[in-house]
């Protein structure tokens, strides 16, 4: 059953004893990439302790000129670490965890390993795994680099699995007593607490399994999502570490072509450890991730955008406020009593704040509408930059600087995310996150990649 699912149970490997997992387990790499001074505080805590901060490469350094260097140095590290012994090796299985964050919610998951074969990060893909935003292809070859050099892997990716009876993952919480606890800590910098169950059991690995299966029947997919024709089946889709994923399938193609069949059965790196969450979780929070442009005049950014809508036939109007804060409000208010199709986007720069107002959006999100004009906007302007921020007080901070302007953007319904995919595939890229920064998954279990 487990071939025809994408997932299977295999060894995971933990630190052992004596490491301080508080100082092992680090936030994602692709957090905080405008915020050098979150990654040197993190460095200086860590200091000289065994850490997965010293096997990934954090974005905020991508454009930094010692990237080979880095580079050799995760490789060279991960050898050390697996010649002092610093692992305990679990026998296959999967591992059931909670995960509280900054809020005390609890969200619920189950790291599994997810085949590479059944997902497909292009556009118009319809694999057993899919991504959900669209995928920056120009972002994956350092991230190739790396994993072309690496013995180990270590998951920040979560994947969502669609169930409304929260029968997979959720009825594991009333078994934690009958499986062992492998983990249980608090998260360093504000990053809440987390637990780790193994679970090895036959029978409630085969109870996942089953449960799967009936989120798989062709029938019910279709009932479930009110097709009125066939669609691909859509299982597991990519909510956060996407590029990650994309970065393990890439290399993966790369790899299989010099393996013979027997290997491409059960070579390791055809696999990738991901955390699966069910999008209907309370413990699983949708927040929007905002934009903010660099090197730019923000009078020239808004005319910009007004000119583009309009040679799209899209009539937008920009409405200044003179209090940053009452703009907040604004638009605070104006998506809670929406009763229209259109489009609000708060915009904020040092001294200009407002709101964006498109009446005839042609796409049905907002980060649709920002996106397209933002795309055309850098092409034009080469010398502007631009970074995805998760929060709203740091994409505020970020855009009250000297050529710098924020926009924020509303979240989007969790619940709409299959759907949306199913019928009119990707949504835009960095359309959505699974929570605030400090609440991502952490880097802490491994697992060999290679022979």
Known sequence: MQSKLGIKAVEIMLPNKEVDLNKW????CDQYTSNRAYWQELEDYVADQPSTLKLVYPEVYLNDDDKEKRIKEIGKTMEAYLKQGLFTT??????????????????????????????????????????????VLDRLPPRIAIRREALLESPHIMVLIDDPDRSIIEPLADKVTEMEKLYDFDLMMKGGHIKGYSLKSQSMIEDVYK????????????????????????????GDGNHSLATAK??????????????LEDHPARYALVELVNVHDDGLEFEPIHRCLFNIDPDNVLKSLVDYNKSQGIKTNIIEI???????????????????????????????????????????????S?????????????EADI??????????????????????????????????????????????????????????????ITK
Request: glycine share 6%; hydrophobic share 40%; net charge negative.
């Open 25 to 28: 387990a680090v936030i994602a």
């Open 90 to 135: 679990l026998s296959p299985q999967f591992i059931y965890i909670e995960r509280t964050d900054s809020s005390n919610k609890v969200r619920k998951g189950l790291l599994v390993a997810l085949d590479l074969e059944d997902y497909d990060y292009n556009l118009g893909a319809k694999s057993l795994t899919r991504a959900t935003e669209g995928t």
């Open 211 to 238: 449960g799967l299966a009936r989120l798989a029947d062709p029938d019910l997919f279709k009932e479930k999502y009110k097709l009125k024709e066939e669609k691909p089946l859509l299982l597991f889709a990519v």
């Open 250 to 263: 890439a290399y993966w193609e790369e790899l299989k072509a010099s393996l013979s069949a027997d290997m």
């Open 322 to 368: 003179k209090d940053r804060v009452q703009a907040i409000y604004s638009f605070i208010i104006r998506h809670k009593n929406r009763k229209d199709q259109g489009h609000i986007i708060l915009y904020s720069s040092k001294d200009k704040y407002g709101l964006i107002e498109i009446e005839n959006p042609v796409c049905n999100l907002e980060v649709g």
């Open 370 to 382: 920002l996106q397209a004009f933002l795309d055309d906007y850098l092409k034009k302007h080469t």
């Open 387 to 448: 970074d995805y921020i998760h929060g709203d007080k740091e994409t505020l901070e970020l855009a009250d600087k000297d050529g710098c302007m924020g926009f924020l953007l509303p979240v989007m319904e969790k619940h709409d995310l299959f759907t949306t995919v199913i019928l009119d595939g990707v949504l835009p890229r960095k359309t959505f996150s699974m929570g605030h920064a400090d609440d991502k998954r952490f880097y802490l279990e491994c697992r060999k």
